[in-house]
């Protein structure tokens, strides 16, 4: 199976601050990942797909990139709402898996 | 408005069975793969099964595989997950998932319910 390593596991920020969540997979997958937010108690929410392209509806200070293994989440400018935690997903192999997540708080 | 509400969830012994199901509404269920996906209390989400959208194609976890099954009626937008031989850690809340890409799936999940609690328990 695909290992997806995220890190941090838990980022303390304020609002404003520019925030980079970061996720390596353990082998290629081109540009097979996606980025989720969940708040407590509820689903899982797609942010991000193939490694940059922002779903409808996303505010315009999430992003994604990639270089080979390695992929970022980046939070341009946090605001309130964003207090969450965040899941890598790849989507490469028949077997996805997720990220370890990383909890943004106060 | 895509909608997909999970059921069948609730406390068990060890060793016992449940079926969850998952009723979708919004779309055009037949030419979705589904998925199950499970978050254990504050832990982080696992993937648990695929079905593709004429059900021909299955995949499992290792976590779960051969005792579980996941299958699902076309006429009735409902995907299942059966699950024997119950154990304390496969306690969690139990997700099912909208594969974002019509007939060939293996894309990212842009649909989510809002996830049914498994407690496994003596």
């Known amino acids: 199976d695909i290992q997806m390593t995220q890190s941090p596991s838990t980022l303390s920020a304020s609002v404003g601050d520019r925030v980079t969540i970061t996720c390596r997979a353990s082998?290629?997958?081109?540009?097979?990942l996606a980025w989720y937010q969940q708040k407590p108690g509820k689903a899982p929410k797609l942010l991000i797909y193939t490694a940059s392209t922002l779903e409808t509806g996303v505010p315009s200070r999430f992003s994604g990139s990639a270089s080979g293994t390695d992929f970022t989440l980046t939070i341009s400018s946090l605001q309130p709402d964003d207090f969450a935690t965040y899941y890598c997903?790849?989507?490469?192999?028949?077997?996805?898996?997720f990220g370890g997540g990383t909890k943004v708080e106060i | 408005q895509v909608l997909l509400a999970e059921s069948g969830g609730g406390e068990v012994q060890p060793g016992k069975s449940l079926r969850l199901s998952c009723a979708a509404s919004g779309f055009t269920f037949s030419t979705y793969s589904l998925h199950w996906v499970r978050q254990a209390p504050g832990k982080g989400l696992e993937w648990v099964a695929l079905i593709s959208h004429d059900g021909t194609t299955k995949y499992y976890a290792d976590s779960v595989k051969g005792r579980s099954t996941i299958s699902r009626d076309n006429s009735k937008n409902t995907v299942y997950l059966q699950m024997n031989s119950l154990r304390v850690e496969d306690t969690a809340a139990y997700y099912c998932a909208r594969d974002e890409r019509e007939y060939v799936g293996g894309s990212h999940f842009d649909h989510w319910g809002q996830g049914t609690l498994v407690t496994v328990s003596s």
């Open positions: 997903q790849q989507y490469s192999s028949d077997f996805p898996t």
């Open positions: 082998q290629s997958i081109s540009f097979w």
